[in-house]
């Protein structure tokens, strides 16, 4: 930064206006509002049971958002906002951003929370303690896993293999789109109960309740059973210390048949742990939203593996705008 600018200063500190909005509009359900057709503000606040003077301003900063667009008097979805904000698009993220505004909040306290030394926010609302949250959240995992699985899967082989534990697997998506590569494989589920009754759902609507099988659990107490070809651990290891992770690892490996593969994928930090950016934030968003979350570096997940006894250590950093790093350990 240009120490004789304050600019950047001050964009940081309305940079949660921005956010703000989109978060709201979301909520609303504005985009979905606009799908079919454009409509003034009016027709708009009326459609939804809004004040027309209390929306006007929201739409006015979304265009600015370049979200929406304005002709004449009427408004209707960008592109960006057509594809990923319009619920029944391939590309919806809307349960995702429902999300960041669940613990939006909980960003607000963040300067309490490192005073006081614990989450901002209570970590089980999310994993049973709310019903509605919940939901949001495994539909959230879902949405943002459709558009970060493919690559995983891509880069993943799990020829010849025929089952493959998903260690709080959540949604399963990573599990549904591997069984939809590989025909002969079938995936166990594990998470806990109110997370799998969404799965389930999920798995229904694919059409793979026969392949992918969920087991209601805590891959913190369950054992990981035997004669695994592959164990999956993707964004799950950020909820916890290293020295789980560690043990998390070891389990995985004593699970796996040899020849088999252990599979860390998540937002991991960079060997100093200073970077990438959005790693930084995410372990901060953990640190408010977890008991013992954070994220760990991609150097201390390979040490773990080869403590946990697997060799032919491989690790894949996606391609932007993918955050994820994988690692694949094997096991002779």
Request: with cysteine; aromatic share 8%.
């Amino acid at each position: 930064m240009d120490a004789t600018d304050p600019q950047p200063v001050i964009d940081l500190a309305i940079s949660y206006w921005r956010s703000a909005t989109f978060l709201a509009a979301n909520k609303l359900g504005l985009f979905a509002q606009l799908c079919d057709e454009p409509m003034t503000a009016a027709e708009l606040a009326s459609a939804c049971g809004f004040q027309t003077d209390h929306v006007q301003p929201l739409l006015r900063a979304l265009c600015s958002l370049e979200l929406l667009n304005k002709e004449g008097e009427q408004y209707s979805n960008t592109p960006t906002a057509r594809a990923f904000l319009v619920p029944g698009q391939p590309t919806y993220l809307g349960e995702a951003i429902q999300y960041m505004h669940d613990v939006y909040h909980a960003w607000g306290d963040l300067a309490e929370a490192i005073t006081d030394g614990g989450p901002a926010t209570s970590p089980q609302l999310q994993l049973g303690g709310d019903d509605s949250k919940t939901r949001s959240f495994v539909l959230g995992m879902h949405n943002r896993a459709l558009a970060i699985a493919p690559g995983v899967v891509e880069k993943v082989d799990l020829t010849g293999m025929r089952k493959l534990l998903d260690v709080g697997g959540g949604p399963g998506t990573y599990s549904l789109l591997f069984c939809k590569k590989y025909p002969d494989l079938k995936c166990e589920v594990l998470d806990l109960p109110a997370v799998v009754n969404v799965a389930r759902e999920i798995a229904a609507e694919w059409q793979m309740n026969s392949r992918v099988e969920f087991r209601c659990g805590s891959y913190l107490e369950d054992n990981f059973g035997e004669q695994n070809d592959a164990v999956l651990m993707s964004g799950m290891l950020h909820r916890e210390t290293a020295e789980t992770c560690r043990q998390i690892i070891r389990r995985a490996a004593e699970s796996v048949n040899p020849g088999g593969i252990c599979v860390a994928a998540d937002i991991f930090l960079n060997a100093e742990k200073d970077g990438p950016e959005l790693s930084t934030l995410f372990a901060l968003n953990m640190f408010l939203t977890s008991d013992s979350g954070g994220a760990h570096s991609w150097t201390e997940i390979e040490s773990w593996m080869r403590e946990a006894g697997l060799t032919d250590l491989e690790t894949i950093h996606l391609e932007p705008p993918a955050p994820h790093t994988i690692v694949i350990g094997r096991k002779v």
